[in-house]
């Protein structure tokens, strides 16, 4: 039986890899429009690029994943707007300025990859696991085996007639 809250994460996960998947196709929808189209599909797209920013915290705090100090939320900003100024240029522009930029799309789809490695990894483990694997990695339990290391040491030293 899955655990609901596990379901609900990976739901989650899947929901913002399809809404990022879509955010490649109104990319190349408006690289294809250009700049001056009606309805201004480069709007559209830093519209939807904004609300994938925002909802990115988000996301990794529903997973209960750490955003470190929120570097990976810059890095992901930084290169949407990579994608964004390349989608608001005309087409030989935007082409050299990916390829110059550091392949911003090619980044992102890397970032994506890894978003979908985390719901995969998700689907393999179950909570109790989860939960486990956090308390081993937690600081007051490293912290209780180093006294425990130094206490050892000690009653050994002791021992030993030091």
Known sequence: MKDPVL???IEAAGAFIADWNALFERAAGARQAGPAAPGDAAAEFLAVRNALVQRYPELMTALE???????EVMQLLGRLNSLAAAVQMPEPHWKKLIEVQGHAEVQLRGMLGALEGRRRSLETLHRPRILLLRALGS????LLALVAAIVALFIALKAAGV
């Open 65 to 71: 994943i750490p955003v470190h100090s929120d570097d």
């Open 139 to 142: 600081w007051p339990l490293k």
């Open 7 to 9: 379901a609900q994460q």
